[in-house]
């Protein structure tokens, strides 16, 4: 049971535009969501978080939204650059934070220059 | 660099033998979690320590097992390797609510 989904295999953004990932999770009980991007040989990097209380969180260039009726979250970066190319994680867990992570499959993005 | 150091970063050994992960947290953090990310598969979470307890308990093979010593450090030991236990093994560790789990590089076990 996939309960955090990221359909989107791969996305290709020219620099400089947005890029925009978007994940999709069943469990209603999860209340704190967190996106890491993760480079081979490397292990994954947090980027940013959001709790359920709360419906955008922003960071510098990135900014992630929660829309919790549909279930979905997404993460805006503006503006795209070369180093953003890597792999990103959607992730989602209970009591804030406190347990486990279950993760998405991933999507990887590449920043065409 | 996250603060979470895990090694060895890879291990090479053979089916039937037993190997030791370990992973130290960043310092403060007294929640550590253990990982694991076989091929074209996303994280799968092993198991949780908090503070030298077990806190709770993932898709965990009986052949697995772990502890977290009084200085905070973790070892995962994995006995009796088979084949599919080749995967990335990745260690994290959080302060807690409302904090994020910061990972380690990851131990890439290949069993031959």
């Known amino acids: 049971d996939q309960q955090v989904k990221q359909n989107s295999p791969s996305l290709s953004v020219q620099e400089g535009r947005i890029s925009i990932l978007n994940c999709d999770y069943t469990n209603s009980m999860f209340d704190y969501f967190l996106w890491y991007k993760k480079y081979p040989a490397e292990g994954p990097t947090f980027l940013i978080s959001?709790?359920?209380?709360?419906d955008k969180n922003e960071d510098g260039r990135f900014t992630v939204f929660l829309n919790k009726s549909a279930k979905h979250l997404s993460l805006h970066i503006v503006p795209s650059q070369p180093g953003d190319s890597a792999v990103y994680f959607c992730?989602?867990?209970?009591?804030?934070?406190?347990?486990?992570?279950?993760f998405g499959t991933g999507t990887r993005l590449t920043i065409i220059p | 660099d996250s603060g979470v150091t895990q090694t060895p970063k890879h291990l090479i050994t053979a089916t039937g033998q037993r190997v030791t992960l370990r992973c130290s947290p960043r310092?403060?953090?007294?929640?550590v979690y253990w990982y694991q990310q076989s091929l074209d598969q996303g994280l799968q979470f092993l198991i949780q320590?908090?503070?030298?307890?077990?806190?709770a308990k993932g898709n965990i093979l009986e052949r697995f097992s772990a502890q977290q010593f009084p200085d905070l450090h973790s070892e995962l030991n994995l006995s009796s390797l088979e084949l599919g236990d080749s995967a990335l093994y990745f260690c994290?560790?959080?302060?807690?609510?409302?904090?994020?789990?910061?990972f380690g590089d990851g131990t890439r076990l290949s069993i031959l």
């Open positions: 959001i709790s359920s209380i709360k």
């Open positions: 320590y908090y503070n030298g307890e077990e806190r």
């Open positions: 994290a560790s959080s302060v807690g609510r409302g904090q994020p789990q910061h």
């Open positions: 992730a989602a867990s209970r009591n804030f934070g406190n347990e486990k992570l279950t």
């Open positions: 310092s403060g953090d007294l929640s």
